[in-house]
């Protein structure tokens, strides 16, 4: 089984938007103002409200569909029910809102922070909330998914099955990991995840052509992995699967993006 995941899944490096100070972002605060908005909307292309600052507005169950929201920020409005279907979100801020049962269907809604939010009945069918941010947010298991959502559901085998991870260490080390069966796993909207122990099966170059019999921890300097060994994290494990920066052993489930991430 291939747990890797697609190129096209992530944000593109060249989909970049220049930072915009914040005295410089739209401003919508009234439901006036967003209808007169929302009237510039033209079939077959997404209105450019990016980076816009929505505050204290009340547009539960509204239509705003057909929006490009990139970049934008919501801060005390109610928008529960409200559909946001096919609009584009990626990196939106949600921050004190009402959003239960609010529609993402179809959204592009990469790098979102949905913190502190409760998640009820949000509808995420075929969305891609790749490095999205659930930590601190309640309900997320009551979120509505289907077979095309991507990144909600863990790439790793949930429980009961092993397989092989990889880290990379000092050095440019990398270490082939055996996660077992009965090993603790977890991993949050990222291709990284953690677990609560793994065996050492071959720790190589990154192109393969010499092998090693230890490799070093790039974050924690007394934590060797020694090639045969069975090793548990020194500080534990957190269960909670959207505390992404936390206790456990951090792991990719592709060699390749293993040996990106750590040769930036």
């Known amino acids: 089984m291939n747990f890797s995941s697609s190129e096209s899944d992530f944000i593109k490096e060249n989909e970049s938007y220049v930072p915009m100070a914040v005295a410089d972002k739209p401003r919508i605060e009234t439901t006036d103002a ?10 077959g292309s997404l209105l450019d409200m990016r980076h816009t ?9 509204w239509d705003m569909t057909g929006l490009n929201l990139s970049w934008a920020t919501f801060e005390n409005c109610n928008l529960r029910g ?41 509808d995420l069918s075929g969305a891609n909330i790749y490095s999205s ?10 979120v509505i998914i289907d077979d095309n959502t991507k990144w909600y559901k863990m790439r790793c085998p949930e ?9 990379c260490c000092t050095d440019l080390r990398v270490v082939m990991m055996l996660v ?15 677990a609560a122990k793994v065996k050492v099966l071959k720790i190589t170059s990154i192109d393969e052509s010499e092998s090693f019999t230890w490799a070093q921890s790039t974050v924690d300097p007394d ?8 090793l ?5 494990f957190q269960e909670d699967r959207w505390k992404d920066s936390s206790p456990g052993i951090h792991f990719f489930l592709d060699r390749q993006q293993c040996v990106d991430y750590q040769a930036k």
């Not at 600052?53 to 169950?61: A, E, H, L, N, R």
């Not at 939106?92 to 529609?103: E, G, L, P, Q, T």
């Not at 930590?135 to 009551?142: G, I, M, P, R």
């Open 34 to 43: 967003l209808r007169e908005k929302l009237a510039e909307r033209t079939p």
């Open 53 to 61: 600052v929505f505050k204290g507005i009340d547009i539960s169950g």
């Open 180 to 194: 077992p069966a009965d090993a603790k796993r977890c991993m949050s909207t990222l291709e990284t995840g953690r």
């Open 82 to 122: 409200t559909d946001f279907s096919g609009s584009k979100l990626d990196h939106v801020a949600f921050y004190n809102n009402d959003i239960r049962d609010m529609k993402l269907r179809g959204c592009l809604a990469r790098g979102c922070s949905f913190r502190f939010q409760d998640m009820t009945g949000i």
């Open 232 to 236: 548990e994290p020194a500080n534990g």
């Open 133 to 142: 941010v659930l930590e601190d947010a309640t309900n997320q298991d009551k």
């Open 223 to 230: 934590f060797y992995y020694e090639v045969g060994k069975w």
């Open 159 to 167: 429980v009961g099955q092993a397989f092989i991870a990889w880290k």
